[in-house]
């Protein structure tokens, strides 16, 4: 089949090392190995490798005159810019499509991006748009609204009528969809996120990992892999290991971000330095060393419509998982047999911590049950396989 992969997202390049860059390359990838042909149009950037030059960032104009607008008028602005840019997006789609004759677009969503769902429309090309997200509620949760934001609302409801296949990554979000733009339930695909087992190391460094933190084998390692973000939870996290009874517990956290310094400051004013450990951000490569070095995996927290990447990875690696209870995370895994599932309240994370620690049984028993989920139907093989044999579904109807 040949394959148009489009992205409009003007700051998401190929080669990012986040979750969304992550999911494109691992999606691309299998499909190119299952002998497709696709090409890619990120306009983010189409090059895989990141660039090699170093460069000190000046301060930008953006930057310097952001804090005196006000920030509704920054929002439509930006709003206002984002419409301009899609404009461009489509002329180079079209263009892409005319050169490369495909059979089908898809598209990676953004926010207010019209562009992929008018050019397939024009053009009568089989259209699949993924949706990663309530992007306008995103936006408006995260930056603010702008003057325009009805027309993102229906920028949104023009997305999901036009493309033939909406392919979303929790429940929550068909459900979602289906409420906001009815959207029929038959043209909505589940694929939770996933994870690539050739990342998995082939040796184990735990010990060595461990060694570093003056622990010894005996000690128990809660773990935490992700960016500190607030809706990660890892406060939430903090809290409930700062009240857990033991003497050999530790807290291993792996990752950087906005609230890195204030959580560590945190871990200072509880005493808690000699059991802590922060890593701040690590290569992708080297993160599965740190899991490997953890006997209980922990995401205390998460929004309410996102499949998360973590909880594959710590299931591939087999270590036992204390998960938050919500919609996308009870898509995949059972509570009580997969993992332990809770309510994001620290009283409730305490009481998973100290049944987890209290209960090495119990964890294995989970850390398998949970590994061989993971590899049996949450790899990226199966979640592109899934999406193409949706298509081919659509396509001969």
């Not at 299998?30 to 983010?44: F, N, S, T, Y």
């Not at 259209?127 to 997200?133: F, I, S, T």
């Not at 490569?285 to 995996?297: G, K, L, N, S």
């Not at 919609?327 to 994370?349: A, W």
Request: charged share 25%; net charge neutral; proline share 5%.
């Amino acid at each position: 089949m040949k394959i148009l992969y489009y992205s409009a997202h003007p700051n998401l390049p190929l080669s990012s090392r986040s979750g969304p860059g992550t999911h494109m390359r691992e999606i691309i990838s299998a499909w190119k190995e299952d002998g497709h042909e696709v090409q890619v149009l990120i306009m983010g950037g189409n090059d895989i490798a990141p660039p090699t030059i170093n460069t000190t960032p000046r301060k930008s104009l953006k930057s310097r005159i952001k804090p005196i607008i006000p920030k509704v008028i920054w929002e439509t602005l930006k709003d206002a810019s984002l419409r301009k840019f899609d404009l461009h997006c489509e002329q180079e789609l079209r263009k892409a499509c005319e050169q490369f004759q495909p059979e089908v677009i898809y598209e990676r969503a953004y926010f207010n991006m019209l562009s992929g769902v008018r050019v397939a429309e024009e053009l009568k090309i089989f259209h699949a748009l993924e949706m990663n997200a309530p992007y306008p509620e995103e936006k408006a949760a995260m930056e603010g609204k702008g003057l325009f934001h009805y027309k993102s609302v229906q920028a949104e409801w023009e997305q999901c009528e036009k493309t033939q296949l909406l392919v979303v990554v929790s429940s929550a979000l068909k459900k979602y969809f289906i409420e906001r733009t009815g959207v029929a339930a038959n043209k909505v695909l589940i694929t939770p996120n996933a994870v690539n087992l050739d990342y998995l190391p082939k040796t184990s460094k735990a010990a060595e990992i461990r060694e570093a933190f003056s622990w010894s084998k005996q000690d128990v390692v809660f773990g935490f892999v992700g960016s500190i973000f607030p809706y990660h939870g890892v406060d939430k996290l903090i809290e409930a290991f700062a009240l857990l009874e033991s003497e050999n517990k530790r807290l291993l956290i792996v990752g950087g971000g906005a609230l890195l310094d204030t959580y560590k400051a945190r871990v200072a004013t509880l005493k808690l330095n000699h059991r802590v450990a922060f890593t701040g951000a690590v290569p992708h490569q080297e993160v599965y060393h740190y899991i490997d070095a953890m006997d209980i995996t922990v995401m205390a927290d998460s929004n309410w419509y996102g499949s998360p990447v973590k909880i594959f990875e710590y299931g591939a690696m087999k270590k036992a998982l204390i998960a938050p209870n919500t919609i996308p995370v009870l898509d995949v895994m059972v509570d009580g047999v997969d993992g332990t599932l809770c309510s994001n309240e620290t009283p409730k994370i305490l009481s998973a911590m100290t049944q987890m620690h209290e209960n090495e049984a119990l964890r294995n028993d989970l850390a398998h049950s949970w590994h061989e989920k993971v590899l049996k139907s949450h790899t990226w093989r199966e979640v592109s396989r899934s999406i193409l044999h949706e298509i081919t579904k659509h396509l001969t109807v």
